[in-house]
């Protein structure tokens, strides 16, 4: 468990929340920060090794949480689990669809095929993962959805196209399931993080000249971290931001195309 300093959100306290792609990346620290408020938490990731080391590594620390394996391209087996949560936790007050593949691509090299699994990985189980919560949330009294979005496509970044296309979208959903939902009172909003500093990224992608172009565009000069994102989750998830929603919230160290 990292040592980073979350405020305390007393009305998480025992909320069931459900959080895709938790295993790694940024999804560890958000199972991490909400596990550190007291709340119910689920997550889903096709990693199996990695997350039953996070769960491993939670329990040592006096938190849990609860890792279902599940592959989020397969809807049915995504609503599969949605329910499975349900049954164990109660309504999902808080969804955070967060799971997503930033893997590079040139234009040129995409197929139809490539394209639609694109799509799958990084858009698709967002909607259908908010339909399957809705209903039980709803009846629970409202809730949050908070989607994943990405600065990639506001810079314009030309080598991961179906990346960028599905979290342009991604923005366009938030904007119609606030709509839809805000008379159940569940808030929808869409998180665009800059780049961030997660152990992939650092691995795979972070070359010194990679980070002097991200950070030459940065107003901010220091590294964002997996838990900065975490800490306003945690904000839009909890009573805080109540009224918030149909908003796309920006931390990406004020970053310029």
């Known amino acids: 468990m990292n040592s980073f300093n979350y405020p305390h959100y007393p009305d998480l306290k025992n909320k069931a929340i459900l959080i895709t792609g938790g295993g790694s990346g940024i999804g560890v620290s958000f199972v991490e920060a909400f596990a550190l408020q007291g709340s119910k938490v689920a997550f889903l990731d096709i990693q199996e090794q990695v997350s039953k080391k996070l769960v491993k590594k939670l329990n040592s620390k006096g938190?849990?949480?609860?890792?279902?394996?599940?592959?989020?391209?397969?809807?049915?087996?995504?609503?599969?689990?949605?329910?499975?949560?349900?049954?164990?936790?109660?309504?999902?007050?808080?969804?955070?669809?967060?799971?997503?593949?930033?893997?590079?691509?040139?234009?040129?090299d995409v197929t139809p095929e490539y394209w639609e699994k694109r799509l799958r990985l990084n858009l698709s189980h967002h909607f259908f993962a908010a339909q399957a919560v809705k209903t039980e949330m709803a009846k629970a009294g409202g809730g949050a959805i908070i989607n994943m979005g990405s600065i990639s496509w506001h810079m314009a970044m030309e080598f991961m196209p179906g990346y960028t296309s599905s979290k342009a979208a991604i923005e366009g959903l938030t904007q119609s399931l606030a709509r839809g939902y805000g008379k159940y009172r569940i808030r929808v909003n869409c998180i665009v993080p800059g780049q961030v500093w997660t152990s992939r990224q650092i691995k795979e992608i972070m070359t010194p000249e990679y980070e002097k172009f991200m950070t030459e565009k940065q107003c901010l000069p220091d590294r964002i971290l997996p838990e900065d994102i975490a800490q306003l989750a945690l904000f839009l998830a909890s009573d805080a931001g109540r009224m918030c929603t149909r908003r796309n919230y920006f931390m990406d160290a004020g970053i310029g195309a």
């Open 63 to 108: 938190t849990e949480a609860l890792f279902l394996k599940c592959d989020l391209t397969d809807i049915e087996a995504l609503k599969n689990a949605v329910s499975e949560v349900e049954n164990k936790f109660g309504a999902i007050r808080v969804l955070i669809n967060n799971a997503a593949s930033d893997e590079r691509h040139e234009p040129d």
